[in-house]
């Protein structure tokens, strides 16, 4: 088992509108659906406890792309879509924010009961899992969020978060169960985030003589102190910035869906009568699913899906995200009776922006091109948790 690693974030308050809420969750389904048709449920927990792939969810979902509410609102977008269908999808999603989490062992020994699983081994992970990020690794974070994600052959991962007051910032913690080895000997793959100096470390290899004279991991300091290496450390600025993307994989796939389309293009997709800004999106989500780790070191690209509900980097386009729904939704469900052709060009969308981007050049145009979005966020029904979007007046996008 590896702790697949961490993310630091700015923490935000404030709450998830509904209209957003319930297109989180059928969004998060659809995605969880589709690599669950292509790869298997062990994929799903794979890209869960991947740190980067996870923010990128998050943004592409419409949420805030670096704040922490991005833990706590996919989770639970997550969980109440996916658990409904537990039995069919073959994934079941335990835990939560707060309350919720003191919830994990009672959910693990329901779900475990009724597929066979060793309920007793899986609550035992949970709990050690928390142990160890919030008294064993004694970074200044106390957790608030545990969400512990199992399949029914009990491979599983965990998502959690703490918070730290003082700095203002939240850190979440991902695991993993694959090549399982101890909890108590460097279980860690990486200790992500800003260094903020040393921090104990009491499942450190060198730490073994002080843990074979004690009965719990939480009565002992460890014998070495470590550094943190490794960064996933989200900005406290909150507009998108030129600095956060990868621009010449966002170009590339902005010409491609929106200039250089090929002449069968439609024909390619399926997908008749749906605008270049739509393409867009489902650009962005193909590769959510269907993208490899190295796509994912720059996950404010996929606020460009369907933007934030803060209005950053621009509002969210209602209808754009509807029609993103509709046409994975379907493609999915067709997929489920033997009729993969949608899926197949869903997933030829992201291999083709992958390729645009071999001879492509960006030009330096990003901040026209988040204006753009903002002027025309009216047509698409934009909306942010202040308002809808309306049309500009005099040069000026008049938002709320």
Known sequence: MKRSGTADMPLHYGHIPKWLAERMSRLGLAITEAIITEYGTAEVLRRLSDPFWFQSMGAVMGMDWHSSGITTSVMGALKSAVNPLSKELGLYICGGKGKSSKNTPQELLYYSDR???????????SKLSAKVDNTA???????????????????????????????????????????????????????CGLNQGPILNMVAKEALPSREAILSMTTESPSRMIAEVQQLIMPRHH?????????KRLGAMLWLTHEKQPADFEELLLLQGMGPRTLQSMALV????????????????????????????????????????????????????????????IHQLSELSRQAEKDFTPNDNFDQLIEKERDESWKYGGKTIFGDAKPPKDGQLNLF
């Open 115 to 125: 597929n066979g699983l060793n309920g007793t081994e899986l609550v035992r992970c």
């Open 286 to 345: 193909s590769e959510v699913i269907y993208g490899t780790p190295s796509r994912f070191s720059d996950p404010a690209r996929f606020s460009f899906a369907h933007g934030g509900k803060d209005g950053h980097p621009f509002p969210v386009p209602i209808k754009v995200y509807d029609e993103t729904l509709s046409v994975l939704s379907k493609a999915i469900e067709m997929a489920k009776i033997g009729q993969s052709d949608k899926i197949h060009a």
């Open 239 to 247: 507009e998108v910035k030129s600095k956060d993307i990868d621009l």
């Open 137 to 191: 690794l004694q970074d200044g974070f106390q957790l608030y969020m545990h969400s512990f994600i199992v399949n029914t052959e009990g491979l599983w991962t965990v998502v959690q978060q703490g918070m730290q007051d003082g700095s203002s910032t939240a850190r979440r913690y991902h695991w993993h169960s694959s090549a399982m080895q101890s909890f108590v000997d460097a279980p860690h793959t990486a200790i």
